[in-house]
């Protein structure tokens, strides 16, 4: 069988050995074969929903290369459910294997069931979100039992997948639980703010006045968000309806993209809050103009760590038209620095600085013999725009009604390097009073930060004074 292309991201999982069941060299023993898929220069292109799924399923000499499981785990969620896909390949196992005979070669049923088995195990380790869905987990208990039966090893093989699969669920569903009451205490701090404003006594630099360390207390929350992001959400996000299927979206019934959204909203908290910190009127230009030189040294140490995205919403926060109208603070502030970063992250050349510094960062993270050097966190929104960019310039489906698989390839190698980079543990000791700071501070509105900013430094046009004019009579008519 043809070459599959190598996910340059992609992990081997824990199990079974790969390398007892090569696909490249063997064909399907039936079924579909290679009847239903096209192939140019070696690579799948191509095929038919069914053929596809038949090339998932392992048989007697043949099981699927890891890097097309993942591809097409991945993408067949555009087409099918998983739970429908799960029912699926537990019949084309069972039935097609002839495994549901009573009168089955025992033989047989010894040879599938390692292969059986470690296709499901990947399909947990890699898409254990899948798993959330009730109907998932029954099919995969009732195939696991099928081929678990009188067979003590591979009973505790299956016994000790699912203990992974819902050990990873229910932390996932703490971490979900936590989410809920960060972003709670958030709202209520900020409750407390807009009825006493005298009440926001503490500031960034009360609390740590060392770059380095709170560059790494946001590494620390950048790296547990990340970790928690499936890969399938990356294709939820974008999902679309299938044309040739009349049934509603396959994403309905359950979360879509819940934990890429909730990092998408910690880059705009920490933007916020960047600004937030800037604008506080409490503070002399002085003091405000220390405050952007403190969070410009700290988006050069997230540089130098490899905290792309940390170090894009600071300078997000600080290029809000209500810090950088304040002249005369910034006349007091060092910026070469601040130029450096800006040039590397500048939006140009589709971003081109930052593309030419990220590929440096993942050099050295492949060659890395610490887990410090390891980290790379890119910057999110254009990793998020890069894979909608390349999902909609090509069609899901070929003309003949073929799956387009040689797109979902190029997909699958973007997302497998995010898989890489979301596996690295933070090397740095946590600072609880500084994630707890970083996390439920509270951040203005935009509105409520351009009127911080007019009280720092006055309307200097006819349009800021309408502006601020608009703003007081807009806040005025709430009280």
């Known amino acids: 069988m043809p070459q599959t292309p190598l996910l340059t991201g992609m992990l081997v999982s824990r199990g079974y050995n790969k390398n007892l069941y090569p696909s490249q060299n063997q064909t399907k023993e039936e079924g579909y074969g290679n009847a239903g898929l096209c192939y140019r220069d070696n690579t799948l292109v191509s095929g038919s929903l069914e053929a596809l799924i038949h090339h998932l399923v392992p048989s007697m000499d043949y099981y699927p290369d890891m890097t097309y499981s993942f591809t097409f785990l991945l993408s067949s969620r555009l087409f099918i459910h998983p739970y429908?896909?799960?029912?699926?390949?537990?019949?084309?196992?069972?039935?097609?294997?002839?495994?549901?005979?009573?009168?089955?070669?025992?033989?047989?049923?010894?040879?599938?069931?390692?292969?059986?088995?470690?296709?499901?195990?990947?399909?947990?380790?890699?898409?254990?979100?899948?798993?959330?869905?009730?109907?998932?987990?029954?099919?995969?208990?009732?195939?696991?039992?099928?081929?678990?039966?009188?067979?003590?090893?591979?009973?505790?093989?299956?016994?000790?997948?699912i203990q992974v699969l819902i050990r990873k669920l229910t932390t996932l569903s703490q971490y979900e639980e936590a989410l809920v009451k960060v972003n709670a205490t958030a709202t209520d701090r900020l409750t407390v703010l807009k009825a006493k404003p005298q009440a926001i006594q503490r500031d960034m630099l009360s609390v740590c006045n060392d770059p380095f360390t709170v560059a790494q207390q946001l590494t620390h929350i950048e790296l547990e968000r990340l970790s928690y992001i499936g890969p399938e959400e990356f294709i939820q996000a974008f999902e679309k309806k299938d044309p040739l299927d009349n049934d509603k979206s396959c994403f309905s019934d359950h979360k879509k993209?819940?934990?890429?959204?909730?990092?998408?909203?910690?880059?705009?908290?920490?933007?916020?809050?960047?600004?937030?910190?800037?604008?506080?009127?409490?503070?002399?230009?002085?003091?405000?103009?220390?405050?952007?030189?403190?969070?410009?040294?700290?988006?050069?140490?997230?540089?130098?760590?490899?905290?792309?995205?940390?170090?894009?919403?600071?300078?997000?926060?600080?290029?809000?038209?209500?810090?950088?109208?304040?002249?005369?603070?910034?006349?007091k502030v060092k910026t070469a620095k601040f130029d450096i970063l800006e040039h590397q992250m500048d939006p140009s050349s589709n971003f081109y600085n930052y593309r030419t510094a990220f590929?440096?960062?993942?050099?050295?993270?492949?060659?890395?013999?610490?887990?410090?050097e390891k980290i790379v966190i890119p910057f999110f929104s254009l990793l998020i725009k890069d894979i909608y960019f390349l999902n909609e310039g090509c069609s899901n489906r070929m003309q003949n009604g073929h799956v387009n698989f040689e797109k979902f390839w190029e997909m699958a190698k973007q997302v497998s390097e995010f898989m890489v980079w979301k596996k690295v543990e933070c090397p740095f000791e946590k600072d609880r009073?500084?994630?707890?700071?970083?996390?439920?501070?509270?951040?203005?509105?935009?509105?409520?930060?351009?009127?911080?900013?007019?009280?720092?430094?006055?309307?200097?046009?006819?349009?800021?004074?309408?502006?601020?004019?608009?703003?007081?009579?807009?806040?005025?008519?709430?009280?």
């Open 84 to 161: 429908e896909l799960m029912s699926k390949v537990c019949y084309l196992c069972v039935e097609q294997q002839r495994l549901s005979d009573p009168q089955a070669d025992k033989m047989r049923i010894r040879k599938l069931a390692p292969k059986i088995l470690q296709l499901l195990q990947e399909w947990t380790e890699m898409f254990p979100y899948d798993f959330r869905d009730e109907r998932m987990m029954r099919s995969l208990k009732e195939l696991t039992q099928r081929m678990a039966s009188g067979d003590e090893l591979y009973r505790k093989v299956v016994q000790q997948m």
């Open 359 to 372: 590929r440096g960062a993942t050099q050295r993270s492949r060659t890395a013999n610490s887990t410090r």
């Open 257 to 331: 993209a819940s934990n890429l959204e909730a990092y998408v909203e910690w880059f705009n908290r920490l933007s916020f809050l960047v600004a937030t910190e800037i604008c506080m009127p409490v503070k002399k230009k002085k003091q405000r103009a220390r405050v952007i030189e403190f969070f410009i040294d700290v988006a050069r140490e997230c540089f130098n760590i490899g905290n792309f995205n940390s170090l894009m919403a600071i300078i997000s926060g600080m290029n809000m038209s209500p810090v950088s109208r304040l002249k005369k603070t910034w006349s």
């Open 433 to 479: 009073k500084i994630l707890q700071y970083l996390l439920t501070a509270p951040v203005f509105s935009e509105d409520t930060l351009c009127l911080a900013s007019y009280d720092s430094e006055g309307p200097e046009n006819n349009m800021e004074k309408d502006r601020w004019k608009s703003l007081r009579s807009t806040l005025l008519s709430r009280v």
